[in-house]
């Protein structure tokens, strides 16, 4: 025992320690760090114990194994262990940050997934359903109808002159008023009912649990008192005034979409009858529709099979005493029909966009026929055609004019445009633009129906037009009317002072044409000179025999 320790004080501390137990007889088992005699450093496993039978001193007896390699490979395995240990603690840390990485990422996908499934149902504007969601719960509402043998209303609603509110007083004013009309009409209906936005000024109202027609009375006058009140934008009081129209389920109609096309048509007849009132679906509205549609069809073919033709009026001119200029003025020849006029299908085909091939045809064929009366020796004369707003929007509409000019050999100059006032004013800066290219190009503008829309002179000094066409309603009981003598009188002073010509539309009697002299009016165009001509009998107007009405002074040469 003394040997395996390095020193004497360490042999000795051991002794007194392991001697006090074996004293007591009990057997002592140790392991601890010896020395070997080479100087070599192991460990000793001892095992000491009394010697049996010496009783006055304590003799030991030392049993020693060497353990040092189970030693190192206690130790080994403990390093590992360890090591293994700190991996997992590194792991799990490791695992558990991408874990909460993880969840906030789904957190965030799930938010984003939410929003883009609120964005493709709602409306931006108003926050309402919009017309893929309508549709679903309209699917929903039906089959729950169905199945409890209930009816549902599904009302139209479209507010009236919004159009004229939004052009006037700008699309901010508008959209506020559409927000506002949203609230109000989501604050009278229950909770139950659906109100959604299909755009525009447009939104349908599904309700569900109606009893009949009574119960849907009841409620579209509701959604009308609710609208009624007057509400302050941008400090302008408006008063937003709806036409309904009331399609219900299952008298008009098992599907939704079926459902919805019978309340808009309803909407139409409602707005028909005079704004600001409901109106339901009835198959006679239906026949009405159909028979639009019809004619829609028959205007396509009638475009193909060149049906279409121009007739011309003259623009007289009471300075010079000649014809001024030639209007195209588009005449459908129905085969079965007859001549049928342009106040018949012009809106039809400006609703279906029909008018921008037609208008197209238009501008080509006057152009055409103006060659061929050149050809034939006839004065040269400008034609002037008529534009419908969806026209004058069209894109490219300078491009194709100058390209129709081109191909027919046309001078610019001979050719002069007719636009409304309403045309301006749906986006005046682009129609500027326009006008200025075509002013440019040696185009001649005229504003036709003057009078009627909503001009404003601080609008028409900015416009590059050269004439004013006073609205044949002005002419018409000019000579009865001091309203009208004052207003035809206005326009005219208003062309002398900005440098443009005024003609009058719808002269047709001699009355009339001396009350617009006396107003100092030019140039006419009427009845009382000519009915608009087919183009072979264009030629009389330049026969001295002619325009007989202005006979009154021998002279005229025209
Ligand atoms: P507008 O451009 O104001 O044309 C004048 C209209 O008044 C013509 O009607 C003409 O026949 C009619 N008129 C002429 N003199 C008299 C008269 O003394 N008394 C009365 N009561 N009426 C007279 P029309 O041909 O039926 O055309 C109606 C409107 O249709 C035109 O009004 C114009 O706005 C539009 N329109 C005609 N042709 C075209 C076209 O090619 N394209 C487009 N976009 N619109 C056209
Ligand atoms: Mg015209
Ligand atoms: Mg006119």
């Known amino acids: 025992m003394r040997e395996l320790h390095p020193s004497e004080t360490d042999f000795n ?14 057997m002592v088992v140790t392991e601890m760090r010896g020395q070997r005699k080479d100087g070599a450093s192991i460990w000793v496993r001892a095992t000491g114990r009394q010697a049996t039978g010496v009783a006055d001193s304590v003799d030991v007896v030392w049993i020693f194994e060497d353990v040092t390699e189970r030693h190192s490979a206690e130790q080994a395995l403990r390093c590992a262990h360890d090591e293994l240990e700190q991996r997992v603690l590194e792991r799990t840390t490791e695992l558990s940050g991408a874990n909460q990485q993880l969840q906030a990422e ?14 493709a149902h709602h409306d931006g504007l108003t926050g309402l359903p919009n017309r893929t969601l309508l549709h679903d719960r309209l699917e929903q509402t039906l089959a729950q109808a169905e199945r409890a043998g209930s009816r549902v209303a599904v009302i139209f609603l479209d507010l009236d002159r919004f159009k004229a509110i939004n052009d006037t007083l700008g699309h901010g004013v508008g959209d506020e008023l559409l927000k506002h009309v949203a609230r109000r009409l989501s604050a009278v209906v229950r909770a139950v009912d659906t109100v959604s936005r299909l755009g525009g000024d447009e939104f ?29 934008i941008e400090g302008h009081s408006l008063r937003a005034t709806p036409s309904l129209g009331i399609a219900l389920f299952p008298d ?36 009405e529709t ?37 209007e195209a003025l588009l005449r459908w020849n129905d085969p079965e029909h007859g001549i049928i006029l342009p106040g ?50 069209q894109k490219d509409l300078v491009g194709g004019i100058r390209a129709l000019l081109a191909e027919t050999g046309q001078p610019a100059r001979l050719l002069e445009l007719e636009i409304t006032e309403s045309t301006l004013l749906h986006d005046l800066d682009a129609a500027l633009e326009t006008l200025r290219e075509l002013d440019a190009m040696g185009v001649r503008l005229a504003i036709d129906d003057f009078g009627t829309g909503y001009s404003s002179l601080n609008h028409l000094k900015r416009l ?27 326009i005219i002073g208003l062309g002398s002072a900005m440098d443009l010509h005024v003609l009058a539309e719808g002269v047709e009697t001699r009355d009339q044409l001396a009350a617009l002299d006396k107003l100092g009016c030019r140039q006419y165009q009427g009845y009382l000179f000519s009915r608009p001509l087919p183009p072979d009998q264009v030629g009389q107007l330049f026969n001295p025999s002619m325009l007989g009405c202005i006979a009154t002074e021998p002279d005229h040469t025209i």
């Open 344 to 393: 018949e299908f012009i809106p039809l085909a400006e609703e279906t966009g029909l008018i921008v091939p037609i208008g197209q045809w238009v501008i080509a064929e006057a152009l055409r026929q103006n060659r061929r009366w050149q050809e034939a020796g006839m004065p040269l004369l400008p034609v002037a055609v008529n534009l419908s707003p969806r026209q004058f929007r």
């Open 290 to 326: 159909e028979r639009a549609f019809t004619l829609e069809q028959r205007l396509r073919l009638a475009i193909e099979a060149g049906h279409l033709v121009l007739h011309y009026q003259p623009l007289v001119d009471m300075e010079t005493r000649k014809v001024a200029s030639l």
């Open 204 to 232: 349908v109202i599904v309700m569900a649990g109606i009893a009949g027609p009574e119960d849907a009375a009841v409620a579209a006058q509701k959604v009308i008192d609710a609208l009624a009140a007057a509400v302050t």
């Open 13 to 26: 501390r051991f002794g007194d320690w392991a001697c006090q137990r074996i004293a007591v007889g009990e």
């Open 252 to 287: 008009d109609g098992t599907a939704p979409l079926h459902l919805m096309k019978n309340a808009d048509t309803a909407m139409y007849q409602a707005k028909a009858r005079g704004r600001n009132t409901y109106e339901f679906f009835t198959q006679r509205l239906n026949a």
């Open 464 to 490: 590059p037009v050269h004439k004013l066409k006073i609205d044949q309603s002005f002419v018409r009981d000019l000579c009865h009317d001091r309203d009208d003598a004052a207003i035809v009188n206005a």
């Open 106 to 119: 789904i957190f965030v996908r799930l938010q984003a997934e939410q929003r883009i499934w609120h964005i």
